[in-house]
């Protein structure tokens, strides 16, 4: 079995390196060669030849997360979140339609990639040291932090400092209502299912703001003229890659494409596609290689 | 497994909501139920059919939607309920009312209908007969659905976790926030207080039936 799948690998490798050589020769669109030659590139056994040679992969997303992963009627998830799975993607040289997307929701990251029902999760997936124990992490891509949002005829909430008394709305369960028990002790946290529930108690005065990660409320602050964000972020939640544990040479191989595409301008094209529409475009963060 | 343990405060705060939301609910329904009980069976039509409508509208509506009516549709009519633990009770109450009122009437129908005749005969009235007569024997064939609706109702409190009501289920998705490793017992904790509330109703039931049997 092993002498076969070995001598399998090898006719595969090898057909790989006569079909790039062919493509390199008469094709002239100098995309797709070049990702059939990164195919050879990688080290045989590992998870980015696996991907590569079978030519699909599956991302773990959001759907319901607006300029992140936002599902539309066609079915199809947009969002800075995919645009920089498709980045991954590429770089595998796998196309468009290799790609499936699978929803995943905060409280299932770690089981879809631990189960492989993902191969990769971009999510607006927070690197933490618990969650570190679970899945490797890739990146960061991105620097989101916690935030306030209220109504623009508010005036006596202006930053986190004024939070103290106050009902704070956020969703059960999540990290930012963690984080407001933890470090706001005389503000009273009012929990709801989804983030868009406490938008209709903000503006009926049951209560005082909404917090959770900046990027979130800059989508309802956008689409809504009498909500607004105050003050800076007061957390720092780096959105990172996840998959596999101890997949080592995956995750460097991310992060090494995460940093080409911070050097080439991709990754900020991405940016201004999706969440730069209402969000300005910040420098690109320094991934970590823990 | 040992979640569990490490977490007993968070879960023990969950639980006393948990247990709060079902007994102040509960004791609401159960008056709210008698009342329209005896609507349900009065002789005046215009109670009767109250009565009815109310049952038929609650007892058929998912719960989740009843609280999404109270939280975000009965603002915009100028209905402002304090959010959370009072928003949970009126909810929960309102809902547990109409299975509560339909577990008397059945326990009121299964008293034969002499009984009625003749206290109405003696000259009792109405509310006396109902309330000397009738109720007395019927709580005997009502204790074991009214526990079954109580039970109900102590599970059904989780739904109020997502309705700014920190109970058990919410103490349980913050600890599973918490604990990433270990969300299957952390949900195994939640269960296994879930069921410190309904077991010992339902021992309860069971003591309270054999002390209220009659030889018919």
Same mark, same amino acid.
């Given at each position: ?36 030659? $990164? ?69 299932? @990251? ?65 990290? &930012? ?7 706001? &002790? ?14 209709? &108690? ?23 003229? $009498?909500?607004?964000? @105050? ?19 995956? @995750? ?27 969000? &300005? ?10 | 497994?040992?979640? #569990? ?25 159960? !008056? ?13 039509? *215009?109670?009767? =059919? ?14 989740? #939607? ?17 959010? /959370? ?5 009126? =909810? ?26 003749? =206290?109405?005969? #003696? ?10 007569? !009738?109720? *007395? ?53 939640? =269960? ?6 309904? #077991? *010992?109703?339902?021992?309860?039931? /069971? ?10």
């Amino acid at each position: 079995m092993r002498l076969r799948s070995t001598g399998l690998i090898a006719l595969l490798s090898v057909s790989a390196l006569t079909l790039s050589a062919c493509s390199g020769g008469d094709d002239t669109e100098p995309e797709p060669a070049a990702s059939t030659a $990164d195919v050879a590139e990688f080290p045989e056994g590992s998870t980015m030849a696996k991907l590569a040679e079978a030519g699909k992969i599956t991302v773990g997303t959001k759907f319901d997360q607006p300029l992140f992963g936002l599902v539309g009627p066609d079915g199809v998830p947009e969002g800075f979140d995919v645009e920089i799975a498709r980045i991954i993607a590429s770089n595998l040289g796998i196309d468009e339609d290799g790609i499936s997307w699978k929803e995943t929701v905060s409280a299932n @990251r770690e089981t879809f990639i631990k189960s492989g029902d993902v191969d990769i999760v971009v999510a607006t997936y927070t690197i933490n040291d618990k969650r570190k124990a679970e899945v490797s992490f890739a990146g960061p891509y991105y620097l989101a932090g916690q935030s306030i949002l209220t109504l623009t005829t508010t005036t006596d909430i202006e930053g986190p400092d004024d939070l103290a008394g106050k009902k704070v709305c956020t969703v059960a369960g999540s990290t &930012p209502e963690a984080n407001l028990l933890a470090n706001f &002790p005389d503000t009273e946290v009012v929990p709801f299912g989804t983030y868009s529930e406490c938008l209709e &108690p903000l503006r009926n005065g049951q209560v005082d703001a909404v917090s959770t990660d900046n990027v979130i409320l800059a989508g309802f602050a956008a689409d809504n003229e $009498d909500l607004e964000v @105050r003050g800076e972020p007061f957390t720092e939640e780096p959105y990172g890659i996840g998959l596999g544990l101890e997949d080592d040479e995956f @995750r460097t191989w991310i992060n090494d494409t995460l940093e080409a595409a911070f050097a080439d301008g991709s990754w900020t094209e991405a940016w201004e596609a999706t969440a730069g529409t209402v969000l &300005p475009t910040p420098e690109p963060p320094a991934v970590d290689r823990y | 497994m040992n979640v #569990i343990f490490d977490n007993i405060p968070a879960y023990l705060t969950g639980f006393l909501m948990t247990l709060k939301l079902s007994l102040v609910s509960g004791i609401l329904a159960l !008056i709210c139920g008698l009342f329209l009980a005896a609507f349900r069976v009065s002789p005046l039509t *215009p109670l009767r =059919a109250l009565a009815t409508t109310y049952v038929e509208l609650l007892r058929n509506t998912p719960l989740t #939607i009843v609280f999404f009516f109270l939280v975000f549709v009965a603002p915009q009519f100028g209905i402002l309920a304090p959010l /959370g633990f009072w928003t949970a009770v009126i =909810a929960l109450s309102a809902y547990t009312a109409a299975f509560v009122c339909e577990a008397v009437r059945s326990g009121i129908n299964s008293v034969q209908f002499g009984q009625a005749e003749a =206290a109405r005969a #003696i000259g009792l009235t109405f509310g006396q007969s109902l309330s000397l007569v !009738i109720l *007395p024997q019927a709580v005997r064939t009502v204790i074991p659905p009214l526990i079954n609706v109580f039970i109900a109702l102590a599970k059904n409190t989780s739904v109020a976790a997502g309705f700014a009501t920190v109970e058990l289920m919410a103490s349980g998705r913050r600890l599973a926030t918490a604990n990433p490793a270990d969300t299957v017992w952390v949900l195994v904790g939640v =269960a296994l207080f879930y069921l410190a509330i309904t #077991i *010992p109703a339902g021992i309860l039931a /069971g003591v309270v039936e054999r002390k209220v049997a009659f030889a018919r």
